[in-house]
Nanobody
Framework: EVQLVESGGGLVQPGGALRLACTAS????????MYWVRQAPGKGFEWVSS???????YYQDSVKGRFTISRDNAKNTLYLQLNSLKTEDTAMYYC????????RGQGTQVTVSS
């Protein structure tokens, strides 16, 4: 059974930071591109970042320079470091096996508020 389990979300002030993690099981993690997507209240899923099997990274323009995606294949874990957070980053964040977020975990909530 494929499982993706996110953790690390929380409430943070604008300008703050969080580190999200996603533990994967049930498939060969090292052989898959992986993705972070998010869903803000009342909105659809939005691609945030991707990482290839050789750890080449890609970012949505609005998070470039603030977010960093990484992976540890030995631990079957995907990470997303969120720095300089803004209120508009508030969303449920999901790790996923596809950029549209169809095959995703249960999510972890990130709330940026003063």
């Amino acid at each position: 059974e494929v499982q993706l389990v996110e953790s690390g979300g929380g409430l943070v002030q604008p300008g703050g930071a969080l580190r999200l993690a996603c533990t994967a099981s049930g498939f060969t993690f090292a052989n898959r591109w992986m993705y972070w997507v998010r869903q803000a209240p009342g909105k659809g899923f939005e691609w945030v970042s991707s990482i290839s099997t050789d750890s080449t990274t890609y970012y949505q323009d609005s998070v470039k320079g603030r977010f960093t995606i990484s992976r540890d294949n030995a631990k079957n874990t995907l990470y997303l470091q969120l720095n300089s957070l803004k209120t508009e980053d508030t969303a449920m964040y999901y790790c996923a096996k596809d950029p549209a977020g169809h095959d995703r975990g249960q999510g972890t909530q990130v709330t940026v508020s003063s």
